[in-house]
């Protein structure tokens, strides 16, 4: 890459960081998310109900599971303003690792050289679910490149699959790949996976035995705890059909299309003719059938668009830009219950990544490639440097 090439990247990035930073300044935003690992770190080191508390004007509870809130303890040793320093240099970094990774995933046979990957992320930083994830202080970027790293390792690297274990043991979503696994024949993967996701169970069992009782038996199941499924947040295929419906409680007119909808997106993940499909199928089933996906959970954007952009699919990767970077549904009204009353032409404005999900496996079954060999992953990792 030529010098000047490179200088113009690197001034492009830090111009779109200083302008995420400012804008930060100004909005001062609650990184709300944070807070509520801070106080599960918190309940954790002093013994309180872990699933009893509620922090923010948001009223938000813990939802993860007791592994997760152990995960928390060090947020409590940093006061709160370093603390939200910290998640964003760390997201940053984490954002530029999931590109790098990403690129890893679309086959690049080389990795991407530092401006260009600067210039990426400084781009990337602007897609909803990114900038929401940064906003919010969440952790999807951590958990991402946990699974993305795990799965594009060779398949005779040390210890596959469990990185993906201890994804699905902190935010239970990533588990889907489990299954993605056993259909394609990686069944030491996967059965490392489960072994090291009940490692996770177990040892929030030994630590925090009431409140793993009180999750596993209780607080999983109560999904409107996490939040209301029909608000445009909400951009699971739930969230899609309690708006279109009017409905805030779909019940089975959500659950028997997210019960088709999960086995023939695992259908179609298995047969994809390559695993960099296959991984981003399994992974957007994942993200539709969830009760609840927050638009900030969608941030395997990132490595959709570098397959597409791998692949050459230019058109189709503008497309993907523009509904993760365009906001729509926070363009519509939705202050109180104005989600459940939106007429039929703002319907697909509310809800465009589940429709985008779809359309990935409606592409895939129109697509029909004959079934793929066990491990084609090592095609994927034999030109990566990232261990």
Not at 122 to 138: C, D, H, N, R, S
Not at 150 to 160: E, F, M, N, S, W
């Amino acid at each position: 890459m030529r010098k000047r090439t490179a200088a113009l990247l690197l001034v492009f990035s830090l111009a779109s960081l200083l302008a995420f930073v400012t804008l930060c300044l100004v909005r001062h935003p609650p990184m709300a998310d944070l807070l509520v690992y801070r106080a599960e770190g918190a309940a954790v080191t002093r013994g309180s109900d872990l699933y009893g508390f509620t922090v923010t004007r948001w009223r938000l509870p813990a939802t993860y599971p007791p592994f997760a809130a152990v995960l928390f303890v060090p947020a409590t040793w940093l006061p709160v303003p370093a603390l939200k320093a910290a998640f964003l240099a760390g997201n940053a970094l984490l954002l530029a690792t999931l590109i790098a990774l990403s690129a890893r995933l679309a086959a690049r046979p080389a990795p991407l050289p530092p401006p260009l990957l600067c210039a990426a992320a400084a781009l990337a930083l602007w897609l909803e679910p990114v900038f929401q994830t940064l906003l919010f202080g969440q952790i999807n970027l951590a958990l991402t490149c946990l699974v993305l790293w795990d799965l594009t390792r060779p398949p005779t690297a040390r210890g596959k699959g469990v990185a993906l274990g201890i994804a699905a043991g902190v935010k239970l979503t990533p588990a889907l790949f489990v299954p993605y696994l056993f259909l394609t024949g990686r069944r030491r993967e996967a059965f490392t996976a489960t072994a090291a996701c009940t490692g996770t169970a177990l040892l929030g069992g030994l630590l925090l035995p009431s409140a793993s009782a009180d999750f596993w038996t209780r607080r999983l199941y109560e999904t409107g705890r996490v939040g209301k499924a029909w608000i445009v947040d909400n951009q699971s295929l739930q969230g899609l059909l309690a708006r279109a419906l009017g409905d805030p409680a779909p019940g089975l007119a959500w659950a028997l299309p997210a019960a088709a909808v999960g086995a023939a997106g695992l259908w179609l993940a298995a047969r994809a003719g390559e695993d960099r499909h296959g991984i981003l199928l399994t992974a957007f089933t994942a993200l539709l059938i969830s009760p609840i996906s927050w638009s900030h959970h969608w941030v395997w954007c990132v490595p959709l668009l570098a397959v597409l952009l791998g692949e050459g699919r230019l058109g189709p990767a503008a497309l993907t830009a523009t509904a993760f970077t365009a906001r729509t549904f926070w363009l519509l009204p939705h202050e109180g219950d104005r989600d459940l009353h939106l007429p039929w032409w703002q319907q697909p404005l509310a809800s465009p990544y589940p429709l985008l999900g779809l359309a990935l496996l409606a592409w895939a079954a129109v697509r029909g490639r004959r079934p793929r060999q066990p491990v084609p992953s090592a095609r994927i990792s034999s030109a990566s440097t990232i261990r």
